[in-house]
């Protein structure tokens, strides 16, 4: 398994403004997702993450709203831009790890809400 | 094609019973498939996970049934607990590919003690 942690835990955000989520695993790792999960519902695929290239987003998510930086194999943050109460979800961050299983695991993820 | 359907919505059953939820899929490419139990306020967190070449796995009480050819996969929870309670989500996955998963809908247990 993996030991996740994302920061902040939670936060109270104002319209207009920006947050940077925090994920940190404790071992390195491929691939890393981005989730944003809104109350009550499933969980939709942000964007996939990995170490040196570019961050691919899934339809309906754009780098300028989600911009997702990945300096290393431990480490990946998602900035929601120009927050507006629409974005107030769980954010989770997962991670799949080379000659593992092909489980994703998941962190406790960043509730997010916008006023 | 991407899709997978997951059902009931929510599910009520006594202690000691059997939960049963099921899922269906129907892009034949997909090769692994997880069930997630997500607590509130907590992230998902595997449960047990099966690929298209068993068609049963069990690991304690509980238990992934699998039916390739209908496409269609189950999680049953034996001698349901109210710790049980949570929400569950089954996935889908091309391993091959990209990873990534394709969650359904989810369903909210609730065993009553």
């Known amino acids: 398994s993996a030991v996740i942690s994302q920061k902040p835990s939670r936060d109270i955000c104002q319209r207009g403004t920006s947050l940077t989520i925090q994920c940190q695993v404790d071992?390195?790792?491929?691939?890393m997702f981005w989730y944003r999960q809104q109350p009550g519902q499933s969980l939709t695929l942000i964007a996939t993450?990995?170490?040196?290239?570019?961050?691919?987003?899934e339809s309906g998510f754009v780098i300028d709203k989600f911009p997702i930086s990945r300096p290393n194999l431990t480490f990946s943050t998602l900035t929601v831009s120009n927050m507006s109460p629409e974005d107030s979800s769980i954010y989770l961050c997962?991670?799949?790890?080379?000659?593992?299983?092909?489980?994703?695991?998941f962190g406790p993820g960043t509730r997010l809400t916008v006023l | 094609q991407q899709q997978v359907k997951q059902s009931p919505q929510s599910l009520i059953v006594q202690k000691g019973g059997i939960s049963i939820i099921n899922c269906a899929y129907e892009?034949?490419?997909?090769?692994?498939f997880p069930w997630y139990q997500q607590f509130p306020g907590k992230g998902p967190a595997l449960l047990i996970a099966?690929?298209?070449?068993?068609s049963e796995k069990k690991e304690g009480r509980f238990t992934i049934s699998f039916n390739k050819s209908a496409k269609q996969f189950s999680l049953h929870i034996m001698d349901s607990q109210p710790g049980d309670s949570a929400t569950y989500f089954c996935?889908?996955?091309?391993?091959?590919?990209?990873?990534?998963?394709?969650f359904g809908t989810g369903t909210r247990l609730k065993v009553l003690a």
């Open positions: 997962s991670v799949h790890r080379v000659m593992s299983t092909d489980t994703q695991y």
């Open positions: 071992s390195q790792v491929t691939m």
């Open positions: 993450a990995n170490q040196g290239s570019e961050a691919t987003y």
């Open positions: 892009n034949t490419a997909f090769d692994y």
């Open positions: 099966i690929r298209p070449d068993v």
């Open positions: 996935a889908a996955s091309i391993t091959s590919g990209t990873y990534k998963y394709i």
